[in-house]
């Protein structure tokens, strides 16, 4: 099975910063990527999907990039309401695996 | 409003049993295949299992394989997950998804039931 890792496990920045997450897949997945934003105490919601389509309703400062086995997601200006864990899969076949998560707050 | 809402959760002892399930609304239910995922408690997401529209796909999660059994009904708009064999490792929070015809992706999730395994 293809596994999933992410770097930062946890990260801390300043409202406004630039911030890079990094997902990588253990075998090359083409574009089958997601991501996902968990605030603490809610449910998953989708953000990007196929690497890098925003979800609609998401906020314009997400972005991801990334094909084959090295993916980013990156939010522009971080905002008080962006913490969260945010969890990368992959999806293009079963099992649709998750990546371990990275946690976002506010330095 | 598109919406899952799961029940069924709760407390059981090791070994026990356990039937989620998962009532869809606000879209067409047998469209779509759909998923089980679990959060155990302070960690990260697990995928549990798959079925396709129709049933004629399914998958597990090498976890739960033989234990787990997932099904659905369309008629009714609701997707089923029979648990038996529990074990601790087990508890969590388990949360319906659907898979978007346009994303591939999760698109929908439910609110979550928790289950919890402990004598």
Redesign the interface.
Known sequence: DIQMTQSPSSLSASVGDRVTITCRASQGISN?L?W?Q?KPGK????LI??AS?L?SGVPSRFSGSGSGTDFTLTISSLQPEDVA?Y?C?K?NS????????TKVDIK | EVQLVESGGGLVKPGGSLRLSCAASGFTFSSYSMNWVRQAPGKGLEWVSSISSSSSYIYYADSVKGRFTISRDNAKNSLYLQMNSLRAEDTAVYYCARVGRTTGAFDIWGQGTMVTVSS
Do not use: C, R, S
């Open positions: 089958y997601a996902y968990q449910v998953p919601k989708l999907y196929a389509t979800q864990t969890y899969q999806y079963a099992p649709p695996a998750f990546g371990p998560g």
